[in-house]
């Protein structure tokens, strides 16, 4: 929204997004000499469902990921997995707002 004039509606609006957590995943990336994570990357997916009433031709129904790579050596939880989050659902959301309003 900051980046924009459009405003939030709870209805009658333009653009309509759907969409779910289809991933949330703990994936091991490097092992070490002892056999254990010595990196790990939480993945996180969504699908997504984008339609816009006065174009129907933008309309797009489409899977959106990205990773955070973290040491290996312990289980992020609390602010730290938050701290995350935020950032994976950051660049998700501005990987939304490109495909479906950002016409270059």
Same mark, same amino acid.
């Given at each position: 929204?900051?980046?924009?004039?459009?405003?939030?509606?709870?209805?009658?609006?333009?653009?309509?997004?759907?969409?779910?957590?289809?991933?949330?995943?703990?994936?091991?990336?490097?092992?070490?000499?002892?056999?254990?994570?010595?990196? &790990?990357?939480? *993945?996180? +997916? =969504?699908?997504?469902?984008?339609?816009?009433?006065?174009? #129907?031709?933008?309309?797009?129904?489409?899977?959106?990921?990205?990773?955070?790579?973290?040491?290996?050596? &312990?289980?992020? *939880?609390? +602010? =730290?997995?938050?701290?995350?989050?935020?950032?994976?659902? #950051?660049?998700?959301?501005?990987?939304?707002?490109?495909?479906?309003?950002?016409?270059?």
């Amino acid at each position: 929204q900051n980046q924009t004039n459009l405003s939030l509606t709870n209805y009658n609006g333009d653009l309509l997004y759907e969409g779910e957590i289809v991933e949330y995943r703990i994936t091991p990336m490097q092992a070490t000499a002892n056999q254990t994570a010595a990196e &790990s990357r939480l *993945t996180i +997916s =969504v699908n997504v469902r984008f339609n816009n009433k006065n174009k #129907e031709a933008d309309d797009f129904e489409k899977r959106f990921s990205f990773y955070r790579d973290y040491s290996g050596t &312990s289980l992020p *939880t609390g +602010s =730290v997995l938050n701290g995350y989050l935020d950032e994976i659902f #950051e660049r998700i959301t501005q990987d939304i707002f490109n495909e479906s309003l950002a016409k270059w």
